[in-house]
């Protein structure tokens, strides 16, 4: 008996296991979606991006290069003030333990020792600071004394030879001129002077081109020289008794040497020079007879003078 319900369990635990079975089966399956794969771009796209890519680096690099390289120029160019009172601008080609080396602007190459240099900064690029850097005035007052000498050819016959006659005559007078340079370099700058000179015999203003330069331009107080040749023109004649035979003109030149002691925007000028000027005259004496006078003036000259 116990053996019959057994197996009778055994039957419906084997129906309800197969039903099992065959219901999963005809279940409906879900659908397993499939991981999303990014399709590749053309071979050719990929080609034109790289190239795009490069270009632009380039682009980028080259920018990089240019303002790195005018930083560099900027850190290059330095003000350099020296301890005693001037100061200069170039860029700094050199440097050692003991000593800069700068080049101007006008090629020029100069060395400083650091125990004189006080300090060096940034140059400056304000448009004052460049105009007053570029030109100089210079107004000069002048005591002037010295001999003069008259070459006399009397003229008795116009087509025979003259009496000649020469004498020295010493005088002194007073000068005032206006030089206007252009700055090249410390030792050689161009420049044009106009001035107001008062002789014996006439008062003439000069116009002349020259040269002038500092021999210790590293130094406060620094020697100097200047030169210049040109023509004076006559203004006023004292003498009324003679007439110009050269168009009341004639030939000027003076030279010198100096001492400048610089500040911090005027510089004080103190000089000694030679200058002279030459004038041809004439006078009618008598009928038939007349005077020719070859006048050179020549004189010394104390200058004071102020450089802006």
């Not at 107001?196 to 020697?223: C, E, H, W």
């Not at 038939?288 to 010394?300: A, D, H």
Request: glycine residues 6%; charged residues 25%.
């Amino acid at each position: 008996m116990k053996l019959k319900i057994l197996s009778i369990i055994l039957c419906f635990c084997f129906i309800g296991a197969t039903q099992t079975i065959i219901a999963q089966e005809d279940a409906p399956k879900e659908k397993t979606k499939k991981p999303f794969i990014k399709k590749k771009e053309p071979k050719a796209n990929t080609v034109k991006q790289e190239k795009a890519e490069k270009k632009q680096e380039k682009a980028e690099n080259k920018n990089q290069k240019k303002t790195e390289s005018k930083n560099q120029e900027k850190a290059e160019t330095k003000k350099i003030q020296l301890k005693n009172g001037p100061s200069f601008e170039g860029k700094i080609i050199k440097q050692t333990p003991d000593s800069i080396t700068i080049r101007l602007k006008s090629f020029s190459e100069l060395t400083f020792h650091r125990k004189n240099i006080e300090n060096t900064f940034p140059q400056e690029n304000s448009s004052l600071q460049k105009h007053s850097n570029k030109y100089y005035y210079i107004i000069d007052l002048a005591y002037t004394f010295g001999k003069t000498e008259y070459v006399d050819s009397y003229y008795n016959d116009p087509f025979g030879n003259p009496q000649i006659e020469i004498f020295y005559t010493y005088r002194s007078g007073f000068n005032t001129q206006y030089t206007f340079g252009k700055k090249i370099n410390p030792y050689i700058n161009p420049e044009i002077a106009l001035g107001f000179m008062t002789y014996r015999d006439a008062n003439f203003m000069p116009l002349s081109i020259g040269v002038r330069g500092d021999l210790l331009p590293q130094n406060k107080a620094t020697p100097y020289y200047y030169g210049g040749i040109g023509y004076a023109y006559m203004v006023k004649k004292k003498n009324s008794s003679y007439d110009t035979i050269n168009n009341n003109r004639g030939f000027f030149y003076n030279y010198g040497v100096g001492l400048k002691l610089k500040g911090n925007k005027t510089n004080l000028l103190v000089s000694l020079g030679q200058q002279s000027q030459f004038m041809k005259w004439r006078e009618q004496i008598q009928s038939g007879s007349f005077q020719v006078r070859k006048t050179w003036y020549n004189r010394y000259a104390i200058k004071l003078g102020i450089e802006f």
